[in-house]
Every structure is written in structure tokens, then in C-alpha cells.
């Protein structure tokens, strides 16, 4: 059952979320095939963040990054089958994956890397000096307005 609702109480007082309404779509789109493969996302301090995606049966090569228009997505090609080998039980999957990962405004990739099994990508968030909060003075020192 699908439930539709209404953003605009939202947008009301604020100006300039308009992502948000694509952000929470997607999170109530239900995507089936989205949990392999298995992962966490941590939370390391205010600023920090990682991705660890169980990626047993994985090389370096058959794993990519990507960011664009900040989504983060990891994919994973299947790997080629050693032919000399029959197996009699395979519980280890090694099936192609996607999983995308929207990142917050002034997310930033640190470092990726692989290791026992697990792909780790360590995430921070850098706000620039311009975006900080800073104290707006009333009735204080401006600049002339322009002339027109």
C-alpha cells in the first residue's frame, strides 16, 4: 500500500529544499533487491561517516565509485568463473550489484579501500567558510547600497 502526502507545509518556510521532496520519494520507494549487498553505514564523530559494504568474494578491479550530482554509487561486476573448478555447494554470491547513496550537502570522499572482505569508504562532511554561520549586525558598519 503506497501512501502519498503532501510536501508543501514543509516548503513553506524554507526556501531552496526542493531535493528534499526527491529524497524522502526515494526513500519510500520500496526497491526490491536493494540489500545485497549487505552494509552499514557508521557514524564516526560530528563530521565523519563510513559506508562498509560486505563485499565477499570481490577483487579491487571488480568494485567501482562513482559520485555524481551527490549520489555515491558502488557497483560490482560479477567475476569471471574459474573454469577448472565444480562446485558442489557455492553459498559465497558473487552476482553483479548497484547501491546508490545520496550525500548530503558538503559530503566529501575521503578514502576507499578493501580489505578482508569488506569495502570501506570513510566519508566528511567540509563545510566551507562561506556556508558557516556568521552574526548579521544590525544597524552596524555596511556598504553604500548601489545606485541605480
Known amino acids: 500500500m503506497s501512501t502519498a502526502f503532501s510536501m508543501a507545509p514543509l516548503f513553506r518556510s524554507s526556501v531552496g ?8 520519494e526515494t526513500a519510500l520507494r520500496n526497491e526490491p ?6 552494509y552499514n553505514v557508521e557514524k564516526h564523530g560530528d563530521d565523519q561517516y563510513r559506508i562498509v559494504v560486505a563485499a565477499a568474494g570481490f577483487q579491487e578491479e571488480d568494485l567501482e ?7 555515491l554509487t558502488i557497483s560490482g561486476g560479477k567475476r569471471d568463473a ?7 555447494y557455492q553459498g559465497i554470491a558473487q552476482r553483479a550489484f548497484k547501491l546508490s547513496f545520496r550525500l548530503a550537502d558538503h559530503i566529501e570522499i575521503k578514502a576507499a579501500g578493501l580489505s578482508n572482505g569488506l569495502l570501506s569508504i570513510d566519508l ?20 553604500p547600497a548601489l545606485q541605480h
Open 17 to 24: 529544499f526542493d531535493r528534499f521532496n526527491d529524497l524522502f
Open 33 to 38: 533487491g536493494s540489500t545485497y549487498p549487505p
Open 65 to 71: 565509485l562513482q559520485v555524481e550530482k551527490g549520489v
Open 82 to 88: 574459474n573454469e577448472d573448478v565444480t562446485y558442489l
Open 124 to 143: 566528511l562532511r567540509v563545510i566551507p567558510e562561506e556556508a558557516k554561520a556568521k552574526r548579521i549586525p544590525i544597524n552596524g558598519e555596511q556598504k
